[in-house]
C-alpha cells in the first residue's frame, strides 16, 4: 500500500487536530451520561459551578465551558480513592445543608436559596467549597470558552509598541 505525501499530511493533521479536542467534554457527549456522578450530582455541580462562574457579556460562563464534565471525567480517571471520596462526601453536605436551611434538596430549592446555600459554604473555611471553586476555575480556564471568549487569547502575535518585550540590548 502506498499514500501520497499529500495523503499522509491530511491523516497526521487529522489525527493532530483530534488530539486536540477537550478530552473533559468527550465523555459525557458521547454516551451521555455521567462517568463519574450520578446524575443528581451532576446536576448539582453544573449548577454549583455555573453560580460561580455564570453566564455573562463575555463568556458563556461554566456551562457553556462544560465545566461540570470536565471535573465528572477527572474524578472518573482518578487513581487516588481520597478526591472521589472528598466529592461524594462534599455533594452530601451540600445536600445536608440545603436542607437544613430550607428544608428540600439543592436542586429543588429556588435560585435564591442555593445563593445562600452556597454563601453559606463561602463562609466556612473546612467546607467544600474551595474543593468545587478551585476545580470549577480550573476546568473554565482551560476550555475554549475560558480561555477565547473571556480571556480573549489571539495566541501568539507579534506585539508593538513601546512595551513589547525584552530587549537584551
Do not use: C
Amino acid at each position: 500500500m502506498t499514500i501520497s505525501r499529500r495523503e499522509m499530511m491530511k491523516r497526521a493533521a487529522a489525527g493532530a487536530a483530534a488530539m486536540a479536542l477537550p478530552l473533559g467534554k468527550l465523555p459525557l457527549q458521547a454516551t451521555g451520561t455521567p462517568r463519574f456522578f450520578t446524575a443528581a450530582e451532576f446536576a448539582v455541580v453544573d449548577e454549583l459551578s455555573d453560580m460561580i462562574i455564570p453566564t455573562d457579556a463575555q463568556s458563556g460562563g461554566a456551562r457553556a465551558a462544560g465545566v461540570a464534565a470536565y471535573i465528572d471525567a477527572r474524578l472518573a480517571e482518578s487513581f487516588e480513592p481520597e478526591p472521589p471520596a472528598r466529592w461524594r462526601a462534599g455533594l452530601k453536605a451540600v445536600e445536608d445543608l440545603s436542607r437544613e436551611l430550607h428544608g428540600k434538596g439543592f436542586m429543588e430549592s429556588t435560585p435564591e436559596q442555593r445563593l445562600a446555600v452556597l454563601t453559606r459554604m463561602a463562609a466556612t473555611p473546612e467546607s467544600f467549597f474551595g474543593e468545587i471553586k478551585g476545580s470549577t476555575i480550573r476546568a473554565y480556564y482551560t476550555s475554549q470558552v475560558g480561555i477565547h471568549d473571556d480571556q480573549q487569547y489571539k495566541g501568539n502575535v507579534y506585539q508593538t509598541g513601546e512595551f513589547a518585550g525584552f530587549d537584551p540590548t
